[in-house]
T-cell receptor, first 116, second 110 residues
Framework: EPEVTQTPSHQVTQMGQEVILRCVPISNHLYFYWYRQILGQKVEFLVSFYNNEISEKSEIFDDQFSVERPDGSNFTLKIRSTKLEDSAMYFC??????????????FGEGSRLTVL | DAKTTQPPSMDCAEGRAANLPCNHSTISGNEYVYWYRQIHSQGPQYIIHGLKNNETNEMASLIITEDRKSSTLILPHATLRDTAVYYCIVGLGGYQKVTFGTGTKLQVIP
C-alpha cells in the first residue's frame, strides 16, 4: 500500500540552527501539507502546497518557515533559525483530490524535532 | 474555531462495539463529516467520511443523523490496537486542509 514517508524520524538541533525535514508524498498525489504537534497538544495545520506554490498557511507558518518541492518526489519543510518552541512532531500529508474523490489526507509517521 | 464537540475520553471492552459520538450542529449543507484517528504519536490515519448517508468500510461505520447535526463512529469489534485518539472533523473536503480538535481518547480494555 502506498505511503507517505518522512525523514529523519528524529532530529536534535541547537537553537538557531537551520533544519530541513523531508517528505516523499504518495506518487500520484498533487496536494501536500505540513502539520505539527507539540507534545500533548493538538495537531496543527502549518501549510498546504499545490502546483509549486503555497495554497494556504497558518499564523504559525511565519518567515522562519519555508516549503519546497525540489524535484518530482520530495517535499521539504525548512525552519531557518530554530527556536525552543519549534520542538514538536512534524507530519507531512498528501492528497489526491480530484472531482472523483473527497480528498482524505494520508499522513506520514512524522519527524520529531528537538531543539536544545 | 471548533466546529465539532466530542467527549474527551471513553472506554470500551475488547470485542465490544465502540460508539464514538460527535456533535456538529453548525455543519453546512456541503460539508462532509470526516473521522481520523491517531495511535499514540503516529501520524493521523483516515478512517471514514460521509455527507448525508450512513457509510461503512472495512474499518468502521459512520451513522449521520437525518438533520446532520451529529454523527457516531462505530468500531464493530474493538481491539486493543484501536486504542487511539479519534477526531471528528467537518469540512468541505477536496484539497481543503483538515483542522483537528482535541478528539476522543478511546481506551480499549482487555
Amino acid at each position: 500500500e502506498p505511503e507517505v514517508t518522512q525523514t529523519p524520524s528524529h532530529q536534535v538541533t541547537q537553537m538557531g540552527q537551520e533544519v530541513i525535514l523531508r517528505c516523499v508524498p504518495i506518487s500520484n498525489h498533487l496536494y501536500f501539507y505540513w502539520y505539527r504537534q507539540i507534545l500533548g497538544q493538538k495537531v496543527e495545520f502549518l501549510v498546504s502546497f499545490y502546483n509549486n506554490e503555497i495554497s494556504e498557511k497558518s499564523e504559525i507558518f511565519d518567515d522562519q518557515f519555508s516549503v519546497e518541492r525540489p524535484d518530482g518526489s520530495n517535499f521539504t519543510l525548512k525552519i531557518r533559525s530554530t527556536k525552543l518552541e519549534d520542538s514538536a512532531m512534524y507530519f507531512c500529508a498528501s492528497s489526491d483530490w480530484d472531482r472523483r474523490s473527497t480528498g482524505e489526507l494520508f499522513f506520514g509517521e512524522g519527524s520529531r524535532l528537538t531543539v536544545l | 474555531d471548533a466546529k465539532t464537540t466530542q467527549p474527551p475520553s471513553m472506554d470500551c471492552a475488547e470485542g465490544r462495539a465502540a460508539n464514538l459520538p460527535c456533535n456538529h450542529s453548525t455543519i453546512s449543507g456541503n460539508e462532509y463529516v470526516y473521522w481520523y484517528r491517531q495511535i499514540h504519536s503516529q501520524g493521523p490515519q483516515y478512517i471514514i467520511h460521509g455527507l448525508k448517508n450512513n457509510e461503512t468500510n472495512e474499518m468502521a461505520s459512520l451513522i449521520i443523523t437525518e438533520d446532520r447535526k451529529s454523527s457516531t463512529l462505530i468500531l464493530p469489534h474493538a481491539t486493543l490496537r484501536d486504542t487511539a485518539v479519534y477526531y471528528c472533523i467537518v469540512g468541505l473536503g477536496g484539497y481543503q486542509k483538515v483542522t483537528f480538535g482535541t478528539g476522543t481518547k478511546l481506551q480499549v480494555i482487555p
